[in-house]
């Protein structure tokens, strides 16, 4: 089993910036792809950024130029730099990994949620 923990949300101004991780954890895992969603009250789930395995990365539009996805594969860590917040970036974000552990299929898993909140 692979767990995702992320960390870093909170209540921030408008033009503000958060640093968002995601912590993958178990025993004799390996990683695909990660990826940020978030979803706001009243609305659908929606992709933010994703990040290959080998750095590779894909952003929705609506927070192209102000977001920035990487990873740390030694630590098996997934980030999200959020700069030029906005309230419409109000949602909780959620971190979203392809994951298998050493003998059996490739299964996704998702973290808790952290909460972003951007209001003056």
């Known amino acids: 089993q692979v767990q995702l923990v992320e960390s870093g949300g909170g209540l921030v101004q408008p033009g503000g910036s958060l640093r968002l991780s995601c912590a993958a954890s178990?025993?004799?895992?390996?990683?695909?792809?990660m990826n940020w969603y978030r979803q706001a009250p009243g609305k659908e789930r929606e992709l933010v950024a994703a990040?290959?395995?080998?750095?590779?990365?894909n952003y929705a539009d609506s927070v192209k130029g102000r977001f920035t996805i990487s990873r740390d594969n030694a630590k098996n860590t997934v980030y999200l730099q959020m700069n030029s917040l906005i309230p419409e970036d109000t949602a909780v974000y959620y971190c979203?990994?392809?994951?298998?552990?050493?003998?059996?299929?490739?299964?996704?898993?998702w973290g808790q949620g952290t909460q972003v909140t951007v209001s003056s």
């Open positions: 178990g025993s004799n895992f390996r990683l695909g792809a």
């Open positions: 990040i290959t395995v080998g750095g590779s990365t």
């Open positions: 979203n990994a392809a994951a298998a552990v050493y003998g059996t299929r490739w299964n996704i898993y």
